[in-house]
């Protein structure tokens, strides 16, 4: 499996911004994808995840109603829509994607990881 993210960049408070996942799989399988973000000083945290088959998505609380991840209807895209963004939603976002095809929430569940991408809000 092979991930690669983009659209990451600048923007004010309360802005919006769409981060996008492309997988790239050689036989076709459930994934469980789901994007992290590692701040400047801080431990990597679990934003948000989906299964590619059938679209089970769930959330870290400190994104519920400003995120929404979804995923393209052949599930070789997943797209992270953030609004509302917040200065502290500041940090690299990297998805990442296991076969293990549950809501997995730990970072060390997932084996195979895309490059990560810069999300800066400023205030």
């Known amino acids: 499996v092979q991930l690669q993210a983009s659209g990451g960049g600048l923007v004010q408070a309360g802005g919006s911004l769409r981060l996008s996942c492309a997988i790239s799989?050689?036989?076709?399988?459930?994934?469980?994808v789901a994007w992290f973000r590692q701040a400047p000083g801080k431990e990597r945290e679990f934003v948000a995840g989906?299964?590619?088959?059938?679209?089970?998505?769930w959330y870290a609380d400190s994104v519920k109603g400003r995120f929404t991840v979804s995923r393209d209807n052949a599930g070789k895209t997943v797209y992270l829509d953030m609004n509302s963004l917040k200065p502290e939603d500041t940090a690299v976002y990297s998805c990442a994607a296991t076969v293990r095809a549950a809501k997995w929430m730990k970072a060390d569940t997932y084996p195979f990881w895309g490059q990560g991408t810069q999300v800066t809000v400023s205030s």
């Open positions: 989906i299964l590619t088959s059938g679209g089970t998505t």
């Open positions: 799989v050689r036989v076709f399988s459930t994934l469980a």
